[in-house]
């Protein structure tokens, strides 16, 4: 019996683990109706279309997200925490610096990263 590709239908070379037309996975439709699949693939699609609308690379996009949260972080710092002496105020003012360092590191990275343009 000869196994066909769910996506194109074509049969699939002997031994592969791809479809040489289309490029899906062997058995792709039985492994995507997990749960965990069904939850993450739009997760994954939504940061796919994004790095390709902005024209950054996977790793460049996870920099970008990381910095985000870090400075999220610095600003959310003064709703959860409040300061009630001198001490505590410092100590949250050195946190939220630290945030904001993590923040820059992540951006300077995402920027070292970035996928040179082609012309």
Request: charged share 15%; net charge positive.
């Amino acid at each position: 019996m000869v196994e066909v590709c769910d996506r194109c239908g074509n049969e699939f070379v002997v031994g592969a683990r791809y479809c040489h037309v289309c490029g899906e996975t062997r058995g792709a439709r039985a492994h995507s109706s997990s749960a965990v699949g069904r939850y993450l693939r739009p997760v994954a699609n939504f940061f796919i279309s994004v790095r390709r609308g902005i024209g950054l690379s996977a790793a460049s996009l996870a920099a970008l997200v990381i910095g985000l949260g870090c400075i999220l972080a610095a600003v959310f710092i003064g709703v959860f925490y409040t300061a009630a002496t001198v001490l505590d105020w410092q100590a949250l003012q050195v946190w939220r610096l630290e945030w904001l360092l993590g923040a820059a590191v992540a951006f300077i990275a995402g920027i070292l990263l970035k996928k040179p343009q082609r012309s």
